[in-house]
């Protein structure tokens, strides 16, 4: 690997060469329609519906929420990724190595790309899009908490970049393959915020051609493109000539679109909708759960009734989920008992801790002093009752959630809670979070790798992104907690990251600060036309850079 010298010895930590093409998780089965034998088509036009909120910008940089990564990587390419085995692979960048210290990565970057507005891609370019992130007119929450350790990236060559760093970060190659950084025309960020959220320009397979509010993305190829994973199943421009980027809430109308053949694929499918779909010849299933944290419901402790682990424990042992989950979800959600996806290796769960047990509830809540009962009910204290404002974004909460979150709150009254459920769009439900206006909340937090631990119950994430997004929203505050993530974050060797990983995670769950529910859930349906797409191991989002339409 050609590097500039340097005065710190330095090691390599990876090379890695191109990885075959994975095949389309497909069911439950490792299956791709139409892969086997088939010659790809080139040529047409893939619909696509999707039922995430609308972004309200294109720019992934700015905020950081999952639609903006559902529609991103079709046209930004990001340095890093990952394979199905979840090892991390090239992509803009093909090689890496850190420094003795941990305190700097170089990155040897390809040398023949270029952004489709004909701006070189090169170490200037990474570096502006570093400085992007960081600045907090940007607004950014999530690419900003990722890479919340790099304090500057240095121009080492046009092929090199150096990432400077104020502490050790363990987890840099993780965040680097995610969308939320992935790498934009400086020259587009430099048009300003509003137009660059119109239609980032990027390296990816497809250009934003139009975007028509409360409608779609128009998504034409670039004949260009030469910048694949290295896990792609072919080089050069995708086979596909468009995309066409629909949004369609209604859940319904989106799966009758598919079945019709209005569209090619849809995303957030139902449970019984996937059930149904799993039954025809005609609809795929691509099950596609996301890495880092699982959904799960916060219980805020940095606020009365919350900040009383009795409390806490109380509603904990007074909810049921799992017979919600069982006859709401068909069968397409496994109850979790871990702070982490099952996606990630490092999980720990305890379900002893999660048993409904209402005498127990009952008995805690007595200790805490909350002894008497109003007319309906619910208990009180002081004068006060037991109330717990609920929450829930209508755009990323499915209706089956929703009708769980409403069992929670029937068996909760058993032991004498209010719950108060708010049904919210998007924007209303973040007001509410800023205002820390919320007691139970399900924030989903998408994140490569275990790291997602620090940025959801670190103390510092109760301070807010420059986005005034918070991301420890059950406003953990333990000083043994924050040194455990602390450490996790700085080393290298994975039997004792792990180790720290499980003692944080055994702090979050036996001090009742969380109710998991189960991974968060991406289930998309596909036409069986639809060849050869399949979702990033990164964050599993789909890509349809090797898809094509067969007409059969």
């Not at 005609?282 to 959904?295: K, Y």
């Amino acid at each position: 690997m050609h590097l500039h010298a340097h005065s710190r010895a330095r090691r390599r930590l990876a090379s890695v060469a191109a990885a075959t093409g994975f095949a389309l998780l497909l069911a439950g089965c490792q299956t791709t329609p139409g892969a086997s034998g088939s010659t790809p088509v080139a040529g047409g036009t893939l619909t696509y519906a999707s039922g995430d909120a609308e972004p309200t910008c294109l720019d992934p940089h700015v905020g950081g929420n999952y639609p903006q990564a559902l529609i991103a990587g079709q046209f930004l390419d990001s340095l890093l990724s990952r394979d199905a085995d979840g090892t991390i692979i090239p992509w803009l960048a093909t090689e890496w190595s850190v420094s003795d210290d941990n305190l700097s990565w170089d990155f040897t970057l390809k040398d023949d790309v270029t952004f489709t507005d004909g701006t070189p891609f090169d170490a200037e370019a990474v570096k502006a899009n570093v400085e992007h992130l960081k600045d907090p007119a940007t607004e950014s929450s999530t690419g900003y908490l990722a890479l919340g350790k790099v304090e500057s990236v240095e121009v080492v060559s046009d092929t090199v970049a150096r990432f400077n760093l104020s502490a050790p970060d363990s987890a840099l190659l993780e965040s680097l393959s995610q969308p939320w950084v992935a790498i934009q025309s400086p020259a587009g960020i430099a048009r300003g915020m509003e137009e660059n959220c119109q239609a980032p320009i990027g390296t990816g397979p497809f250009v934003v051609d139009e975007w028509v509010k409360q409608d779609h993305v128009s998504l034409v190829r670039n004949e260009d493109y030469n910048s694949p994973p290295a896990d792609a199943k072919h080089d050069g421009a995708a086979y596909l000539d468009a995309i066409e980027w629909r949004f369609l809430p209604d859940s319904a109308s989106r799966y009758a679109a598919l079945q019709g053949g209005q569209v090619d694929v849809i995303d957030n499918a139902q449970p019984d909708t996937i059930a149904a779909a799993e039954k025809t010849k005609t609809i795929a299933h691509l099950d596609a759960p996301r890495p880092g944290a699982s959904n799960r419901i916060e219980l805020n402790s940095g606020t009365a009734p919350f900040n009383d682990v009795a409390v806490r424990e109380a509603f904990l042992r007074a909810v049921d989920v799992n017979d919600g989950i069982e006859s709401l979800f068909f069968g397409s959600a496994e109850r979790s008992y871990s702070p982490l996806s099952s996606v990630e290796a490092t999980g720990y769960s305890d379900e002893s801790l999660f048993g409904t047990d209402l005498d127990a509830a009952n008995a805690l809540l007595d200790s805490a002093g909350w002894t008497e009962r109003d007319a309906d009910g619910y208990r009180m204290k002081d004068g006060e009752r037991l109330s717990l404002d609920f929450p829930v974004s209508t755009n990323q909460s499915i209706p089956a959630e929703q009708s769980l979150f409403e069992q929670i709150q029937a068996t909760a009254k058993a032991a004498g809670f209010e719950v108060n459920l708010s049904l919210l769009d998007l924007s209303s439900w973040y007001g509410v979070l800023a205002e820390n206006d919320y007691d139970l909340v399900s924030a989903p937090y998408t994140k490569v790798g275990p790291d997602v631990l620090r940025i959801l119950y670190h103390s510092d994430g109760i301070t807010p992104a420059p986005s005034g997004y918070f991301a420890n929203l059950s406003q953990v505050s333990n000083p043994e907690l924050d040194a455990l993530l602390t450490e996790a974050s700085e080393i290298s060797d994975e039997n004792e990251r792990a180790g720290l990983y499980e003692q944080a995670q055994k702090i979050i769950l036996e001090g009742f600060h969380i109710l998991p529910l189960y991974d968060q859930q991406n289930h998309f349906l596909l036409g069986t036309q639809v060849k050869d797409a399949r979702a990033l191991p990164t964050v599993s989002t789909p890509t349809f850079y090797d898809a094509w339409l067969s007409e059969n």
